[in-house]
């Protein structure tokens, strides 16, 4: 699919001297505002920043070393899609961003809460600082399974070229949404996901755990009830309830494998070993631990 690969080469030529402008004007919002009411944690450090680029750069290499077997499989689905290829331009790229979006938010939903994905997606949320490069903290082996997601897309007949094509556009919106820099915005609240939205997403207060999971629009989350407003008596913390207890690129890509293999070796049968691995983070068979929901709910009671 060379068109694919040239418009994807386009994409990165433009939104990277778009990111690098962002970037820049946020480093020095984060500058102006430390000496005028200094914080008491910055929005950016170099030690942090490096880390998310390195993430982006590893999650680049898999993407492009799995791509040929990915892309066959769509391939695959889509030269047996049970229906024809919409013939309107319009309705045919409207249609797939919706359905894209949605699929994103089917594979963001799992990825917090089944444990053996979340082991992935954990990376995307570990930072204690929130800003443009946070955007870029990937999680580094989703490649690896984020295609299944599209396989629907491709069934309805929709060209992998196009989903992929899709999929790059719609990632340089999520990538700007992280920042603490723009506030609410009105009506566009109830439609896309915005900063205000994103900010929730990533926080670990309890309130907001598990919520916001849209790539583009918010409509999904309300319709699904994983909904959550930002709360201005409840600024967010972000990070991870547990924190990884080193800090560095080692750690922070398997510090939640290592966990599953200490719930693995627990002298317990097989079927509650899968339950470990296979259900919400924070579930334990003996009631030691509380997932996301049940946290909610004990702070509901």
């Known amino acids: 699919m060379p068109g694919t690969y040239d418009f994807e080469d386009f994409l990165l030529k433009v939104s990277t001297p778009f990111y690098l402008l962002l970037i820049g004007l946020e480093i020095f919002l984060t500058y102006r505002h430390s000496h005028h009411e200094q914080p008491s944690r910055p929005a ?20 492009l070393l799995f791509r040929a077997v990915y892309v066959g499989i769509l391939m695959w689905f889509f030269n047996r899609a049970l229906f024809p290829g919409i013939e309107n331009p319009y ?9 894209e979006d949605l699929a994103f938010y089917t594979l963001h939903y799992v990825d917090h809460h089944s444990r053996l994905f979340w082991a992935v997606h954990v990376t995307h949320h570990s930072s204690e600082h929130f800003n443009l490069t946070t955007g870029f903290r990937s999680s580094v082996f989703q490649p690896l399974y984020r295609f299944i997601y599209f ?15 899709m999929y790059s556009l719609t990632q340089i919106y999520g990538i700007i949404v992280h920042t603490e820099y723009v506030k609410k915005l009105g009506w566009l609240e109830y439609i896309l996901v915005t900063p205000s939205h994103h900010r929730v997403h990533h926080a670990s207060n309890i309130q907001y755990l598990d919520k916001n999971m849209g790539m583009c629009l918010i409509i999904w989350d309300r ?49 509650i070993k899968l339950r470990y691995l296979l259900k919400a983070p924070g579930w334990s ?17």
């Open 223 to 271: 319709i699904f009830g994983t909904f959550q407003e930002e709360i201005p008596e409840i600024p967010p913390k972000y990070g991870l309830t547990k924190p990884a207890t080193k800090e560095h690129i080692g750690e922070t890509l398997f510090h939640e494998w290592k966990e599953i293999g200490k719930d693995l070796m627990q002298p317990v049968g097989l079927p």
């Open 44 to 63: 950016y450090t170099f030690k942090d920043s490096f880390t998310n680029a390195i993430l982006m750069l590893l999650n680049g290499g898999i993407d």
């Open 151 to 165: 396989v629907p897309l491709a069934v309805f007949g929709f060209d992998p070229a196009d989903i992929i094509v």
């Open 285 to 301: 068979h003996d009631g030691s631990r509380a997932t996301s929901k049940e946290l909610q709910r004990k702070l509901v009671e």
């Open 91 to 99: 309705l045919y790229w409207i249609s797939l961003f919706l359905l």
